[in-house]
Each structure stands twice: as structure tokens, then as C-alpha cells.
């Protein structure tokens, strides 16, 4: 008589029949009335709670200074979901969820709150059975992290008992700078051990990105080419159509380099470039990507080989727009940068010599954030140059946004007579290769967070190495010059395009 299968356990990562399914645990969501609570976070919560990877005993708590009963609470996160939810809605989820919800009002400040705050954690202990399992998402501005955190302390509620664990998790900007960085890190600290901080880069959620591991350590075609001796250079863009929109107050001061260079595309270049890590864990792939950010170089003249700007008023996209200096909220005089461009070295044996470059924008020609790998041209070639005309160099494109995919463009021959070559291309896209929707990426981030697995958060490490590269740069602008102006729909300033023209090189146009 043959045995019966044991039951699957959910938490045991060798076991790749089902994905892995968060433990009883409780989500405390600071800054819950939030833009990205409202948008992102709350319907990330329930889309898991729909693909079954939150336990039934899962609670969220909402923390604000609204005067909300319980009722008021569920039917704003009713609302957030209904409206913004990557999943169909579903009444026997949302009752699932809702009986797991709590609100506790107060300030950020208010001691009494965090009061009432460990009551309410300790009674989903009883009633719920969360077992003292906590997280604590801090969707707050920065300023209000030392005061979060004290009054965390203060009430216990940072303390484990047992085999329980207590997580901070926190959005950027992790800091404004190296010395801001390190006072954030002592600040969290005293409340957390580093293993219980995870800090949100939502573009390392995303599924291209996660892509750019298995693309290059699960394949043996690519490995081989994926150096100087074969790579001219390696172009990483994110762009955007739209302003600043209603975030001066965040934007004014941040700038484009802060914003999105020192985390999102400082991550993604250290991915791109870093070497094989001994085995898929966070301590692995976090010390791979440190040694590539510690072996990162600025050109000594800053000169030419960075760039900044801000967009002008102008026309863009049959619409007249505002220039980022007339945008509500934002001084006349603001030396903050809407465009940011640099030229980075690797200075490593795989990648002496090749120039990483580096550029991010609002009010750009198109919305796209992508990754390409340019190699060299062919040595010699057997044809005439008239043959080779309209072919240029081969390109590996892994876009991570918005169609995410991947295209390989190289020189094909031209049906007919004649041997000529041109440009093709050949194009992988997710939503056409597989049947399954991409998980949002906060969905990817909250629920390893709540499981403890960090491959995907970046390191305080990590945070001090991007700043090191950053820091320079940031001194130079604020010390040299004013953000160049560039039109609204362009691809930015012409001192961008004139820091590649050196090189002999030019833009990609996604």
C-alpha cells in the first residue's frame, strides 16, 4: 500500500510546486490615506489575498490622523481596491480581508496613539492569530521616521517574543545624500536590526528586472558575449512623458538623479553588470551587486561627462504644457533638476574600458524605461561597405517598462540579388510568451517582506555605495552650473546628446 503524499509546506523554499504563502502575520500601514497606499499598496494587499498568499489569518491596520470608525476605514480601502486592484473583485475576498482590518487613529507624534496601536496588536494576537508576526510600512515622508520609530520602541511594539519577528519596511529616498543616508540608518537602527529593515525600490519587484538574472545565469548564449571584449557600451534610460505633476513638494530639492539614478538605475546597472552569484540568496546576489557599485568610476571631468536639465513651457503631444519653473509650487529661481544624465566605468576585469552611460528625464519623448547592451562592431567584414550600409551595431534590449520584454537587434540579409544587409529585429514580450498576469511589483515586494526573503531589498551597503557615486556629482551641479532648458517631448538637453557625440556614440530612440 503506497504511502500518502505529505502535505506541501508553504514555507519551505525547496518545495516549487506552489509559490510561497506569507505566515499569520499583521500588515501596520503608516500613511495609509496616501497616493501610494490608496493606488498601490492596498490593492497589491488584496491581489495577493486573492491568489490565496496571504494566510486567512492576515490583518491590516490603518494609522492616520483621520477621525475613522471601523466602517469608515473598510470602506476606504473598499474603494482603493475596487478602483485600482490588478485582480477582479471578489466578495468572499474582500470579506476574508475585511475581517482583518483595524484603523487606529492619531498623529505621527501622539504617543497615546502608539497606545492604542499595541492594543490593537496585541488583540489581533488573540483574535486573529498573527502570533505576534508584525510588519510596519512606513509610507511616510523620511522627517518622520525617527519620530515613528521612537514611539515604536517606546511601546514595545519593535520587540519579538519567541520565534515572532518585528519588520520595518520603508520607502525612498533612503536619505538625500551620504551623511543624510547614514542618519536615517542609525535612526532605524536603534528600533530594528538591519536583517528586519526592508527597504522598498519598487523597480527591483518588477518582473523585467527580476528577468535580467535569468536572462543572463540561465542561458548559455548570451554569458559568453556579456563583456568588453564583445560590449561597446551599455545605455540605461528611464523616461517619462508627464511633469512633475502635483508632487513639488516632494520633487523641488530631490531632482531627477536623486530620484530615480541613486536607487532605480544604479540597481539596475549593478544587475546588468555584476557576476555570478555562488547561489540565488539575498546574501549572494547583495554581495555581487556591492562589489560592482564599489567598483563603480566617475570621469574626472564632470564636465563632460555628465549632464542636467530642466523642461521648458512648450507643446507636447498636441498639448501645450508648463515649463517645470512655472509648475505650481515650484520657485522661480529652483536649480532642481528635471533631466539627469552620467558616463560610469566599471572598473572591473569583465567590463575595463566600457562606458555604462546613464540618463533619466520628465517631459521626454516617450515612456519607457530600459536596458541596452550595445556590442561592438564586426572586426572585418567580407562585403562592400555599400553592402553594409543600413546595417549598424547589434543591440540587446531588455525593456523593463511599459511592454516588458526583450529585443535583439541584428543585420540580416535583404531578400533579392543583391548581398545587402539591413537592421532586423527580434522581439520577446511577456504579455504574448506566457498565459500569466505579471504580478505588480509591490505585490512581489510586501509579500517577501512579510516571508522574510530580501533578494529584492537593497542593503544599507548598497544605499552608501550609490550615494558615494551620486555625491560628486550633485556638489559639481550645485556648484558649476544651472540645469540646462530643453523642450517638453524632446530627449532632453543638447549638452546630454553632446556628452555621447564625444565618445562618437549617440542616444538610443526607444
Known sequence: MESESPTPDLHDPRDRRLPHMAPPCGLVLFGITGDLARKKLLPAIYDLTNRGLLSPAFALTGFARRDWDR?????????????????????????????????????????DAYKRLAETVAELDQSRGTGGNHAFYLSIP????????????????????????????????????LASARELSDVVGKAFDESDVFRIDHYLGKETVQNILAIRFANTMFEPLW????????????????G???????????????DVIQNHLLQLLALTAMEEPVRFTPESLRAEKEKILSALRLPEDLASTTAHGQYAAGWQGGAEVKGFLDEDGIPAESHTETYAALKLFVDTRRWAGVPFYLRTGKRLGKRVTEIAVV??????????????????????????????GMTIKFGAKVPGTEMQVRDVTMDFNYGHAFTEDSPEAYERLILDALVGSAPLFPHQREVELSWQILDPVLRYWAERSAPEPYKPGSWGPDSAHDMLARDGRTWRIP
Open 244 to 258: 512633475i505633476g502635483t508632487r513639488a513638494g516632494y520633487y523641488d530639492g530631490i531632482g531627477a538623479a536623486r
Open 375 to 404: 556590442f561592438k562592431r564586426a572586426a572585418h567584414v567580407p562585403f562592400e561597405n555599400s553592402d553594409v550600409a543600413e546595417s549598424g551595431q547589434n543591440v540587446l534590449v531588455i525593456r523593463v517598462q511599459p511592454d516588458e
Open 227 to 242: 563583456k568588453a571584449n564583445y560590449v561597446d557600451h551599455v545605455q540605461i534610460t528611464m523616461a517619462e512623458e508627464i
Open 71 to 111: 466602517e469608515d476605514f473598510e470602506e476606504f480601502v473598499r474603494s482603493s481596491i475596487e478602483n485600482y486592484s490588478r485582480t477582479d473583485f471578489n466578495e468572499r475576498t474582500w470579506q476574508q480581508l475585511a475581517s482583518g482590518l483595524r484603523f487606529v487613529s492619531g498623529s505621527f507624534d501622539d504617543p
Open 142 to 177: 523620511p522627517r518622520w521616521f525617527p519620530v515613528v520609530c521612537q514611539n515604536l520602541a517606546d511601546n514595545g511594539l519593535n520587540q519579538r517574543e519567541g520565534n515572532a519577528w518585528r519588520r520595518v519596511i520603508i520607502e525612498k529616498p533612503f536619505g538625500q545624500d
